[in-house]
Structure formats: C-alpha cells, structure tokens
C-alpha cells in the first residue's frame, strides 16, 4: 500500500522537473478545492459556518461532524485504531489523491490511519476547521509530528514535519463515513522529511 508515497522521488529519477511534479500538485489542490465547494454549494447539504478549533471545536447540530472530532481525538489523544475503525463502515472506502492510492473496506482503513500512527507517533491533528455539509464534512487540518517510526520502506528520520491536508468525508444514515478523500502536499511532506531536496528557487 506504500507504493505510491514515493512516487514524486520516482518521477525525478525518470527525469522530470520539479515543475513538473508541482503542476501535478497543484491539480491536487484543484480537486479539493472543487470538492468543497460542492460541499459549500449544494443545497442538500445545508452547509453551516466553518469551524476553527483543536479536536473540540463547538457543539454543531450535525452528528457527523460529532464523529470526524472522534476520529480527530482517538488519533490525537491516544492513538485509538480501533475506535477510530469504528467510525467507518464494513465498506468505507479511503482515496489518498496525493498517492494515487485508494483503499476499500473498514480494515485496510485502519491499516491506512496504523501507517501514520507508526510513522509520527506524537503525530497531531491540528488547527482543526470543519465545513459541515450534512452527509459531506470537510475538514482542513495541519498534520503535525515528529517521524520516529518507519513510513513504508523509508526509515525514521528523526525530523519533525507541519504540513496542511484536506479531508473530505461522506456518511451514511448511521453517521458512519462511506468514503474519504485526502489532499496533501506530497512533495512538500518528502521533502520536510529528507528524503528528496526542495525544489530550487
């Protein structure tokens, strides 16, 4: 499942620019910002103000947003996989756009989030600001933490990474996602780590 983490370290042994791989990022960031604005703009989904804030937040009438800062809390408090595999259905599927990577069903889920939680053991979510959009959350985040676990093939580093996602989550009637879709930068995340060397300027 780690095979496409690296995939902009591949892209530059096969010889292509830094601009090039940062046209393929900025198309990342397109998506996402596409996504929210179905979620801000689509009727059905009554969106109310977004929210700043840690884990908590503020008491918001959707019980779906009640579950992401479940999830958010059982990642940050106490790296809880299973409490956070239990906000997902039997047939969640998980779409990391940066990787190209899609996972499917509640288990590979948990592995997914098991391979952050080994990597960045003191790992945060921060600077939580949620969208409520009913059946579709958003949230924007910064992932936050020190690489002192192994990610994939790649070995701990030692070093400490800030870098801002997006997460996009859609329910069904039992408040339990059905699909996920991440946005990150992962040029930016390998080269925090060491791993790559920053574009020139």
């Known amino acids: 499942m780690h095979s496409q983490l690296y995939s902009n370290e591949n892209a530059l042994k096969a010889g292509k620019s830094y601009s090039e791989i940062d046209n393929g990022r900025n198309v990342i960031e397109q998506w996402a910002e596409q996504a929210l604005f179905v979620v801000r703009h689509t009727p059905r989904f009554a969106v109310q103000p977004p929210v700043r804030g840690g884990a908590g937040g503020w008491d918001m009438a959707s019980k779906n947003i009640a579950t992401v800062k479940g999830v958010v809390s059982a990642f940050n408090d106490r790296k809880d996989l299973d409490a956070i595999a239990k906000a997902y259905s039997d047939q969640a599927v998980l779409v990391d756009h940066a990787r190209n990577e899609t996972v499917k069903g509640r288990a590979a889920v948990k592995e997914n989030w098991a391979m952050w939680a080994t990597a960045?053991?003191?790992?945060?979510?921060?600077d939580a600001r949620y969208v409520d959009g009913g059946d579709t959350i958003a949230l924007y985040f910064v992932?936050?933490?020190?690489?002192?676990?192994?990610?994939?093939?790649l070995p701990a580093t030692g070093k400490t990474i800030s870098l801002p996602y997006c997460s996009v989550f859609t329910f069904d009637s039992d408040a339990r996602v059905v699909e996920q879709d991440d946005y990150w930068d992962q040029l930016g995340f390998m080269v925090q780590l060491g791993h790559m060397p920053a574009p020139a300027k």
Request: charged content about 30%; aromatic content about 6%.
């Open 143 to 153: 992932g936050h933490g020190k690489n002192d676990g192994t990610l994939g093939p």
């Open 120 to 126: 960045f053991p003191d790992g945060k979510i921060e």
